[in-house]
């Protein structure tokens, strides 16, 4: 098992910057592809980005591609997410994701979810 707890949500301004992070606890020995998903009121959870453990291979949904940046430090167990230029919507609640096979992060099945984090971005 594998718990996850976001951080570093907030209210910003539309340009602004912020630095989710995630960390994990429990079986961590064990190499796990990590990413980050998204859920904005009224709609769906979607894929933002996510990376192999090795940090080798990276994904990013195209609607952040080029503003968020996805990257962990394995000696901590965390993982971040650097979203900059932020956008209204951008505005979600943020989610961090383990799983052993990335493809399953990239289709919304990972073994393990986190709690959550706010995003609020205001104009």
């Known amino acids: 098992q594998v718990q996850l707890v976001e951080s570093g949500g907030g209210l910003v301004q539309a340009g602004d910057s912020l630095r989710l992070s995630c960390v994990a606890s429990?079986?961590?020995?064990?190499?796990?592809?990590m990413g980050w998903f998204r859920q904005a009121p009224g709609k769906e959870r979607e894929f933002v980005a996510a990376?192999?453990?090795?940090?080798?291979?990276?994904h990013y949904a195209t609607s952040v591609k080029g503003r968020f940046t996805i990257s962990r430090n394995n000696a901590e167990n965390t993982v971040y997410l650097q979203m900059n230029n932020l956008k209204l919507e951008d505005t979600a609640v943020y989610y961090c994701?383990?799983?052993?096979?990335?493809?399953?992060?990239?289709?919304?099945?990972?073994?393990?979810w986190g709690n959550g984090t706010q995003v609020t971005v205001s104009s």
């Open positions: 429990g079986r961590t020995s064990v190499a796990y592809s």
């Open positions: 990376q192999t453990w090795d940090s080798g291979v990276t």
């Open positions: 994701a383990a799983d052993v096979v990335t493809q399953d992060i990239r289709a919304g099945r990972p073994d393990y």
